[in-house]
């Protein structure tokens, strides 16, 4: 069946780099999109990114400076990279992707930004 | 990037009323090539992750009560739940998908009275 599942550093220091990593299963990444969405404490839902099937990407354009979101197709990985991170990038962060009408997200990765 | 406007940002209702959320964007989400609306309704829990429930704007995920109902086109859409149940106090959110970046509205939060 179909699983995404969010890994990463549960705390990172201000101006440092996140790396997170979203592994699939269950499908081919070479076939469907997969999206990046974070969520802020206690606030919304923020888009943050999509690597296509075909691997071109697009950007949230207020993170669009900070963030990079790459793939290993062989891996079943797609990777977020966001640098010079702040406090307020503190949240949850979600890897979600759609297959026809079903939609599928994982369970998110909460990540802190503190010193 | 389009810009979605959602309200009221809460709600206090008794079970068993019917409750509507407004969801406007800032230009038409409707795509003349096969006239659908690309808008989505997400349902979030305390600590859960997003659960779609409408798609193209007025049809159900595949599970989902048929109390939940979208409507609307171009850039004013309605989620409307009937007789609200107690399972349904979550956070709902409206999504387009038109075009990137796919912007989120801010999110109604829907509580008991």
Redesign the interface.
């Known amino acids: 069946q179909v699983q995404l599942t969010e890994s990463g550093p549960g705390l990172v220091h201000p101006s440092e780099t996140l790396s997170l990593t979203c592994t699939v299963s269950g499908f081919s990444l070479t076939g469907y999109s997969v999206y990046w969405v974070r969520q802020p404490s206690g606030k919304g839902l923020e888009w943050m990114g999509r690597m296509r099937y075909n691997g071109d990407t697009s950007y949230n354009s207020a993170l669009k400076s900070r963030l990079s979101i790459s793939r290993d197709t062989s891996k079943n990985q797609v990777f977020l990279k966001m640098n010079s991170l702040q406090t307020d990038d503190t949240g949850t962060y979600y890897c979600t992707a759609t297959m026809g009408i079903r939609n599928y997200w994982g369970q998110g990765v909460m990540v802190t930004v503190s010193s | ?1 389009i810009v979605m406007t959602q309200s009221p940002s809460s709600l206090a209702v008794s079970a068993g009323e019917t409750v509507t959320i407004n969801c406007k964007s800032s230009q038409s989400l409707l795509y003349s090539g096969n006239q659908k609306n690309y808008l989505a309704w ?1 349902q ?1 829990k305390p600590g859960q ?4 429930l409408i ?1 193209w704007a007025s ?1 159900r ?2 599970g989902v009560p048929d109390r939940f109902i979208g409507s609307g086109s171009g850039t004013d859409f309605t989620l409307t739940i009937s007789s609200v149940q107690a399972e349904d106090l979550a ?1 709902y ?1 409206c ?1 387009q998908y038109y075009d ?8 109604t939060k829907l509580e008991l009275k």
Do not use: C, E, R
């Not at chain 2, 992750?49 to 779609?52: C, F, Q």
């Open positions: 990037d997400y979030q992750s997003p659960k779609l798609y049809t995920q595949s956070i959110y999504q990137t970046p796919y912007t989120f509205g801010a999110g």
